[in-house]
């Protein structure tokens, strides 16, 4: 079974800064997919990024980044210079053939951004 | 309509109701998901349909029944629930199993 772990439940930055989400999961297969996800107050799952497990690139999405480390299974989003519209819970997700293409998801991370 | 729209936005019903929550996608997607989302827990696939076939059962009580008539429309079929029900249920799409995934606003549900 995968599992996808975040560690820090609640962060807060301040804004213009820049933060790091981190998300570790645990798989034994070699092909699988990686997502963060954004879930605002209004409650509307947005996807923020995704990464294939094969390729080493890390992706990017604008102020929005990963460190994708697949030998340490640790799959880090990074916010820079962070806006008060970034206030969200933030979920990291992993999905592969096994789970049936469904997304297996970490608690989450709620996402403070103050003035 | 564009996106996902899912209907109720809330929804309060007894132990003894029936009741059902609808999903709708705009997006030509052919598999659509059913996740519950409770308090402190992380979010819990309940069902997968590709193409309108259940490719999905997460060990789902029978008091939860799917159904998905079309690509476009899934539904989910409420009976004789409990007060452990009660939480978010939110709906996806994706173009296919495996690809990027979509979601509705939810159905914020109260079991009393």
């Known amino acids: 079974a995968q599992t996808v772990t975040q560690s820090q439940p609640e962060m807060s930055v301040q804004e213009a800064e820049t933060v790091t989400l981190s998300c570790t999961y645990d798989t034994s297969e070699n092909n699988y997919y990686l997502f963060w996800y954004k879930q605002p107050p209004s409650r509307q799952m947005i996807l923020v990024i995704r990464q294939e497990a094969y390729k080493q690139q890390n992706a990017t999405e604008n102020r929005f980044s990963v460190n994708f480390q697949k030998a340490a299974k640790s799959f880090s989003l990074k916010i820079s210079d962070s806006q008060l519209g970034d206030t969200a819970m933030y979920f990291c997700?992993?999905?592969?053939?096994?789970?049936?293409?469904?997304?297996?998801f970490g608690k989450g991370t709620s996402l403070l951004v103050t003035p | 309509e564009t996106g996902v729209t899912q209907t109720p936005r809330h929804l309060v019903m007894g132990m003894t109701n029936k009741k059902s929550l609808k999903c709708e996608q705009h997006?030509?997607?052919?598999?659509m998901y059913w996740y519950k989302q409770s308090a402190k827990k992380p979010l819990e696939l309940m069902f997968v349909?590709?193409?309108?076939?259940?490719?999905e059962n997460n060990s789902v009580p029978s008091r939860f029944s799917p159904e998905c008539p079309n690509s476009s429309h899934l539904f989910l079929h409420l009976h004789t629930l409990q007060p452990e029900d009660s939480a978010l249920y939110l709906c996806?799409?994706?173009?296919?199993?495996?690809?990027?995934?979509?979601f509705g606003p939810g159905t914020r549900l109260t079991v009393t």
């Open positions: 997700a992993f999905m592969n053939s096994n789970s049936g293409y469904a997304l297996n």
């Open positions: 349909y590709n193409f309108k076939e259940q490719t």
């Open positions: 996806a799409s994706s173009q296919a199993t495996g690809g990027e995934q979509y």
């Open positions: 997006l030509g997607h052919n598999a």
